[in-house]
Structure formats: structure tokens, C-alpha cells
């Protein structure tokens, strides 16, 4: 699937490993967003400088710019979830990023909670797009199986339709 681009932001590897797996059974092409200052990784500051920022809807300029979306037919969005909601970075896409008319599949990774609110404020800032499909991931850097296969696969199918 050529047609298909993965936008996301990781900072402690899950959303990474989700966009790959998926990277690698469609093709696509993988697009990381990295703001300008990295945010803490590690201890209190993590959460409150995160939390913060996800809960006022910061959005950080990021490292580099966004690409031209008009060639892609299908945008997979990822990202981790801070305070229920989006990670600074992924608002900040996509408040910017011109994706009118695409079929769009959404992701979220959560330490345990629902990432349903999450999923639902990234929804709302896509109006216009066509929501192909919605998941979810619980630690997916810690795990594998069947439950994990079996989402990326539905993320997959939803974008070949």
C-alpha cells in the first residue's frame, strides 16, 4: 500500500512498535513526529510536563516539517495517551497537517487505561476524513500474540477496502 502513510509519536517505544508492524505489512510509508524539545522520559516530569501540555492542547513546533499528504490515499495516525487524551505532538499534526478527504485509521497505546476519549478528541479534529478504523493497544512493547496480531490485522484490512 503505497498510497498509505503512518504518522505518530512515541516516546517509550510502544507507538513505535505498532506503526512498524503495520509499516511492515503494508508498505507504508512511516512518518515520526519528533517536537523540538523532547519531553522528559523518565520520573515525575514525565507525567506533569506531559499531562500539562496534553490536557491544554499544547501544540509543539516540531523537528521537522510535515510532508506533502496529497499522494496518500490512506493516513494511519498513532499515538500514545497522556491524560486521556493525545500526545502534544499528535494534536499538533493535527491541528496543521491538510488531510481533507483521506481514509484515516486511528491508534492509541495506553499504559491500561481506555484510550477511548483519546480516539475520540483525535476523531473530532479529522472532520471531513473518512474514519476507516479505531484501536487500541495496552503495552503493546510488552507483548505479542494473537490480540496484538489480530488488531494490527483490522487496522490493516480497514485501509484495503
Known amino acids: ?11 517509550d517505544g510502544n507507538t513505535d512498535r505498532i506503526a512498524k508492524r503495520i509499516a511492515e505489512k503494508t508498505g507504508a510509508t512511516l512518518v515520526r513526529l519528533e517536537p523540538k ?3 522528559p522520559r523518565k520520573g515525575l516530569k514525565k507525567f ?3 499531562g500539562r501540555d496534553a490536557i491544554f492542547g499544547a501544540e509543539p513546533e516540531l523537528k521537522d516539517p510535515l510532508p506533502d499528504f496529497a499522494p496518500f490515499k490512506n493516513v494511519v495516525i498513532g499515538t500514545p495517551v497522556w491524560a486521556s487524551r493525545p500526545a502534544p505532538p499528535v494534536t499538533a499534526f493535527l491541528k496543521r497537517a491538510k488531510l481533507g478527504g ?3 485509521a486511528l491508534f492509541a497505546c495506553s499504559g491500561g487505561g481506555s484510550a477511548e476519549t483519546c480516539l475520540n478528541k483525535m ?3 479529522l472532520r471531513g ?6 484501536a487500541s493497544f495496552v503495552n503493546p512493547a510488552r507483548k505479542s500474540g494473537k490480540d496484538l ?3 494490527i490485522d483490522t487496522i490493516v484490512s480497514a485501509l484495503s477496502d
Open 129 to 134: 476524513n473518512t474514519i476507516a478504523v479505531r
Open 102 to 104: 483521506k481514509r484515516i
Open 123 to 125: 476523531e473530532a479534529l
Open 1 to 11: 500500500m503505497e498510497n498509505t502513510a503512518i504518522v505518530y509519536y512515541s516516546l
Open 37 to 39: 524539545r523532547a519531553y
Open 48 to 50: 506533569f510536563i506531559g
Open 149 to 151: 496480531d489480530g488488531t
